[in-house]
């Protein structure tokens, strides 16, 4: 009998979430728009091994609540956190417990459902019983299945980590296919990879205020496809920090974000990248809705 289930990653920013989403799924991204179940959450991976299935799903970043953006994100938590069979608490084991933590923390409280507590970065650390404490704080705090060190980054302890998940999900078949991809899902992935383009070329300049939706996606052929993505900002300003000099910045984004698209679709692509202005949108209903960033 195998084991799947939908399965959600949470934690701090900085936490490595990213990373370890990528080692876990590396470039087998099945990610998969038209199925019912899918309707509440996106999905950003799935594994599959002979003793089951993980869908990894979407958590959007925890953020203090202030903008109309945030709250919805945090619904958008709360709602996804509803839908799953496992929640992963992911933590950054080499710095110390802050106010984000506690909040994480009551977040995969109040979900009440079953939780493993990732400590991660454990090669940051010299002296492994470091992680004693943290250990002690949390299971004093709340009951987990399972605590399990890892590094994603040098994905040291990623197998275990998924022998962990499945343990802990229920019975049943798979719930995709292997290779199961949609256009749209793909769309989305394009678009949030370029958004991480973004935001790592422009550091805190540029904190969250860029959305990135693609626009057109045509398969050229089937070996080639050519990609228009709008990033959008608030501010002339911000528009010209992403453009850069000469265009330098924007150049730069878009060959880091080819690179990688052009992984995950296995072939090559020509990308387009257009910056827009859209003054406030973080408060406009319409163009969150737009974005995909509905809160319902
Ligand atoms: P996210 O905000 O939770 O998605 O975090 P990221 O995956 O973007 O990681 C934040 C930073 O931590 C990046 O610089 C990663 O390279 C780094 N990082 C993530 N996991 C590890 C790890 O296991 N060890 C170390 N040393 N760094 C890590
Ligand atoms: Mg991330």
Same mark, same amino acid.
Request: charged fraction near 30%; glycine fraction near 6%; hydrophobic fraction near 40%.
């Given at each position: 009998?195998?084991?799947?289930?939908?399965v959600?990653?949470?934690?701090?920013?900085?936490?490595?979430?990213s990373?370890?989403l990528?080692?876990?799924?590396?470039?087998?991204i099945?990610?998969?728009?038209d199925k019912p179940?899918?309707?509440?959450?996106?999905i950003?991976?799935v594994?599959t091994?002979?003793?089951?299935?993980i869908v990894?799903?979407?958590?959007p970043?925890?953020?203090?609540?202030?903008?109309e953006?945030?709250?919805?994100?945090?619904s958008a938590v709360?709602e996804?956190?509803m839908?799953?069979d496992?929640?992963?608490l992911?933590r950054?084991?080499?710095?110390?417990?802050?106010? +984000?933590?506690?909040?994480v923390?009551d977040l995969?409280? @109040?979900?009440e *459902?079953p939780?493993?507590? &990732? $400590?991660?970065?454990?090669?940051?650390?010299e002296d492994k019983?470091a992680?004693l404490?943290?250990?002690?704080?949390?299971?004093?705090?709340?009951?987990f299945r399972?605590?399990v060190?890892?590094?994603?980054l040098k994905?040291d302890?990623?197998?275990v980590?998924i022998?962990?998940?499945?343990?802990h999900?229920?019975?049943?078949?798979?719930?995709?296919a292997?290779?199961?991809?949609?256009?749209q899902?793909?769309r989305?992935?394009?678009?949030?990879?370029?958004?991480?383009?973004?935001l790592?070329s422009?550091?805190?300049?540029?904190?969250?205020?860029?959305?990135?939706v693609t626009?057109?996606f045509?398969?050229v052929?089937?070996?080639?496809?050519?990609i228009?993505?709008?990033?959008v900002?608030?501010r002339?300003?911000?528009?010209?920090?992403?453009?850069g000099? +000469?265009?330098s910045?924007l150049k730069d984004?878009g060959? @880091?974000?080819? *690179?990688e698209?052009?992984? &995950? $679709?296995?072939?090559r692509?020509?990308?387009?990248?257009?910056?827009?202005?859209e003054e406030?949108w973080?408060?406009?209903?319409q163009?969150?809705d737009?974005f995909g960033?509905?809160?319902n």
């Amino acid at each position: 009998m195998t084991h799947a289930g939908y399965v959600a990653l949470i934690g701090r920013p900085n936490a490595g979430k990213s990373t370890l989403l990528n080692q876990l799924v590396g470039q087998k991204i099945a990610a998969v728009s038209d199925k019912p179940q899918t309707t509440r959450f996106r999905i950003q991976g799935v594994i599959t091994k002979p003793e089951g299935q993980i869908v990894l799903v979407d958590t959007p970043g925890v953020h203090q609540p202030g903008y109309e953006l945030n709250r919805r994100m945090m619904s958008a938590v709360q709602e996804a956190l509803m839908g799953v069979d496992l929640v992963c608490l992911i933590r950054d084991a080499s710095v110390s417990t802050g106010n +984000g933590d506690r909040f994480v923390l009551d977040l995969v409280k @109040r979900s009440e *459902k079953p939780a493993l507590l &990732l $400590l991660n970065k454990i090669d940051k650390l010299e002296d492994k019983s470091a992680l004693l404490p943290l250990i002690d704080w949390y299971s004093k705090e709340h009951e987990f299945r399972e605590v399990v060190p890892i590094s994603a980054l040098k994905n040291d302890q990623t197998n275990v980590l998924i022998d962990s998940c499945l343990r802990h999900l229920p019975e049943g078949d798979p719930i995709f296919a292997e290779d199961e991809l949609t256009d749209q899902s793909l769309r989305v992935l394009v678009a949030e990879i370029v958004r991480e383009k973004v935001l790592h070329s422009t550091g805190d300049e540029i904190p969250y205020v860029t959305a990135v939706v693609t626009e057109r996606f045509e398969e050229v052929r089937e070996d080639f496809a050519r990609i228009y993505c709008v990033i959008v900002v608030e501010r002339d300003s911000q528009k010209k920090i992403i453009i850069g000099k +000469g265009a330098s910045r924007l150049k730069d984004i878009g060959i @880091r974000a080819r *690179k990688e698209i052009e992984n &995950l $679709l296995g072939h090559r692509c020509h990308l387009e990248l257009f910056v827009k202005v859209e003054e406030d949108w973080r408060n406009k209903e319409q163009l969150l809705d737009e974005f995909g960033l509905s809160g319902n």
